[in-house]
């Protein structure tokens, strides 16, 4: 029992022998079975774990949805309503402004109870107190979704988010071009052979030159970023001997794109897919649209390094979490848990492309007869969460100088280079 649950479990037996708990503090525990319309303030459940829990009575929920999932949403509310008797009203706010509204309007109680974050948000919404954590559903939780997005729903040890949706990128490649999937970067460097004209802008693969599209090339060979799994900013990877072995591989690539990293843009290489010219672009599902229209093409994992290694990309996490001020924290639990479910995240899917955290969902027929978005599934249980700690802010900018420089310069001593690096963000961390 983590220690979250041991407090939980503590204040219950509190309530039970009469002694309140805080009543200065937002919600930290359900309301009892059928009880009456009150907050956790003054009580908390008899048994928070009761897979039959009911709603608080009277209980009714606000939640917040970007307009791309609004009539998603609006059908899972009308749908809860109708199992729990909870009216459940649709607030449209853009995704990128709830996090930032829920730290106004959350000690307010103006908030929505229920709302969507991006993983890299939650550290600053719980260390501000404004999320309760997924305790009554946690191991349900963990044992339904995909690890990786369990991890980045949670924070120092502590599941809050009940995962939503899952992205990161992958292989696209035009089916015209190449007819069979590469399955490894030497399926891809023998292509290139044959297929580069620099001259006619004809080129075999592409990808971004910033952290997130050049992360393959240090966590594939055993680097990090920060330790601990990305938490620990004192330990900084960049120029361990995985991180050196990744770039001395990536450095070797060069000869198979001869551009400078910065002609390589976003908008360069989709045009040059969408005109047939790029054979295999790596990119994530928000370009999807960007080229149906244009390319015969599919989607595979990102291809295994030279001695087989499975190339692990960067990803993000979208889930479900549950606002502290809640006046039902009982109703709220229950909606965010049924909101992620493997049918409602399937439901997703198919209205508005988004890609399940659930592993049910992500093995069911409809994913499996979707190869696009299995591809994209398939690499995601190859990833690891971007880093959601606010020291990462100043790897970003260093890193990139590095790689375009070690990209420029195939000729630049990788040791050294990554050395200075992680000096440069290390000076920056001190002095803040």
């Known amino acids: 029992m983590n220690a979250v649950s041991k407090n939980v479990v503590l204040c219950m037996l509190l309530v039970m022998t009469a002694t309140a708990c805080s009543s200065n503090s937002p919600n930290t525990a359900p309301s009892p079975k059928g009880g009456n319309n009150q907050t956790a303030e003054t009580s908390a459940p008899e048994n928070t ?76 919404a719980v260390k501000a107190g404004l999320l309760l954590p997924n305790d009554v559903f946690e191991e349900e939780t963990k044992a339904s979704m995909v690890e990786t997005a369990v991890q980045a729903s949670s924070y120092d040890g502590v599941l809050y988010g009940y995962p939503k949706s899952v992205e990161t990128y992958a292989l696209f490649y035009n089916k015209d071009l190449v007819p069979e999937a590469p399955k490894t970067w030497d399926d891809i460097i023998a292509f290139a052979n044959t297929y580069n004209k620099p001259k006619e802008n004809k080129f075999a ?16 060979f055993g680097g990090y970023i920060f330790g601990d799994g990305n938490s620990n900013p004192k330990d900084i990877g960049l120029n361990n001997e995985g991180t050196i072995k990744g770039f001395t591989f990536l ?45 015969n093409f599919g989607v595979v994992p990102l291809p295994k390094g030279p001695d087989g290694e499975e190339m692990i990309s960067f990803s993000g996490v979208k889930s479900y979490y549950v606002n502290s001020y809640t006046a039902y924290p009982v109703a709220a639990r229950l909606f965010a848990h049924f909101a992620s479910s493997k049918d409602n995240q399937l439901k997703n899917y198919k209205m508005t492309g988004a890609i399940p955290a659930s592993i049910e969902a992500g093995e069911s027929q409809e994913i499996k007869n979707d190869p696009i978005t299995l591809g994209f599934f398939e ?54």
């Open 49 to 124: 774990a009761d897979p039959e829990m009911e709603p608080e009575q009277g209980a009714k929920l606000m939640v917040w949805e970007a307009k791309e999932q609004l009539e998603y949403m609006k059908g899972v509310a009308a749908d809860f309503e109708k199992k729990y008797g909870v009216p459940v009203t649709v607030e449209e706010l853009a995704g990128g402004d709830q996090g930032g509204r829920l730290a106004t309007d959350g000690p307010a109680k103006l908030a929505a109870d229920v709302l969507t974050l991006p993983h890299d948000q939650i550290s600053q």
């Open 205 to 220: 693969i592409m990808w971004e030159f910033v952290g997130y599209y050049t992360y393959p090339f240090i966590g594939s």
């Open 251 to 295: 450095q070797s690539l060069k000869k198979i794109l001869p551009l400078n990293a910065g002609d390589i843009t976003f908008d360069v290489k989709t045009q040059l897919f969408q005109e047939g010219k790029l054979a295999m672009n790596i990119d994530g599902p928000w370009s999807t649209g960007s080229f149906k229209d244009h390319v």
């Open 379 to 432: 690499q995601f249980q190859h990833s690891v969460p971007m880093p959601a700690i606010s020291e990462i802010n100043a790897v970003w900018e260093p890193l990139k100088a590095a790689f375009v420089s070690l990209w420029n310069d195939p000729g630049l001593d990788v040791k050294q280079t990554m050395d200075q690096t992680v000096k440069t963000i290390q000076s920056d961390l001190e002095s803040k």
